[in-house]
């Protein structure tokens, strides 16, 4: 849409290759926006009973406080139709997946600068796809999230996540969903904030999203990590940066591999029930050439 200007509130909809249904997303342009100039793009995922109206006029999500702060910083939002509560999978993950690609196809986006965030469903829903797709996101923001991931959250090695938790919103969601993921994160060395919101409940909005926006606008997508630790479930979650991992010797057991570029272009990677990868050197930032130490279950190949 190469005509549009901001400020523009704008309903669109796609037609999902899943099943053929129309489904809806509301953007937010903001007035630096020109078609000319790529801008930093917010995913706010809603929360359970949502729609993809509720972050831009819902008085429970105070009142487009998002929009509101997101023009300050000329910040472009996009809000998905989460589809009831998928948590953000299966349907509902190709949902925001699709959406992503259709605003990047349509508006000038920084493919360097996507955050995703998400309140009580969509924050547990910004964890999930965060350490699914750690390539394409800039960092996540999750508030109010549930719990689920812990063995994929080396996944996150090389994107910030920022947890916000209602003090008042205890023990379930806190306990249960960024106590233990922040405590996780911290052991592997990822870069985390948690930050319990005083005398709030499970909604934060009312007072953290000005700081929400603030952190968001700082980040930078990693391209070329020196160092990938990737573990998925599903072939389809299996490709990151420079690396895919396709296949797992046992299915229906997490497989991965810890691979790390080092001088000399070699790059080292162990598994962990994997049966096979690829590597790609040229996105690597490596000669085509480079040599591959790789070791599969304990075996050198």
């Not at 023990?171 to 709030?200: K, M, N």
Request: aromatic fraction near 8%; glycine fraction near 10%.
């Amino acid at each position: 849409m190469p005509d549009i200007k901001g400020p523009a509130d704008i309903t669109l909809t796609y037609r999902s290759a899943v099943d053929n249904t129309e489904q809806p997303y509301r953007v937010y342009l903001p007035s630096a926006y020109d078609g000319a100039k790529a801008l930093p793009l917010l995913v706010a995922l809603h929360g359970t009973g949502g729609t993809q109206d509720t972050y831009f006029d819902s008085p429970e999500y105070a009142n487009g406080s998002t929009k509101t702060e997101a023009e300050k910083r000329g910040v472009i939002v996009v809000c998905p139709h989460g589809r009831g509560t998928t948590e953000y999978r299966g349907i509902g993950e190709n949902d925001v997946l699709t959406v992503i690609d259709e605003v990047i196809r349509q508006f000038a986006v920084d493919p360097d600068r996507i955050v995703c965030s998400g309140q009580s469903m969509g924050g547990t829903g910004t964890t999930y796809l965060c350490s699914r797709y750690p390539d394409l996101f800039a960092g996540g923001a999750p508030m109010a999230s549930g719990y689920g991931h812990v063995n994929l959250l080396s996944n996150l090695r090389n994107v910030p996540m920022f947890y916000i938790q209602g003090a008042n919103d205890w023990p379930i969601y806190a306990q249960e969903g960024p106590e233990r993921i922040t405590a996780r994160l911290r052991e592997l060395g990822s870069a985390c904030e948690y930050w319990v919101v005083p005398d709030q409940p499970h909604n934060t909005m009312a007072v953290s999203t000005e700081r929400l926006l603030d952190w968001a606008v700082r980040q930078r997508r990693v391209q070329n990590p020196e160092r990938i630790t990737h573990s998925a479930y599903l072939p389809i979650h299996g490709r990151a940066y420079w690396l895919d991992i396709l296949a797992p010797r046992e299915v229906g057991r997490r497989f991965g591999v810890d691979a790390q570029r080092r001088e000399g272009g070699v790059i080292d990677v162990t598994s962990h029930n994997l049966q096979a990868c690829t590597i790609y050197p040229s996105l690597a930032d490596t000669a085509p050439g480079a040599r591959v130490c790789l070791v599969l279950d304990g075996q050198v190949v």
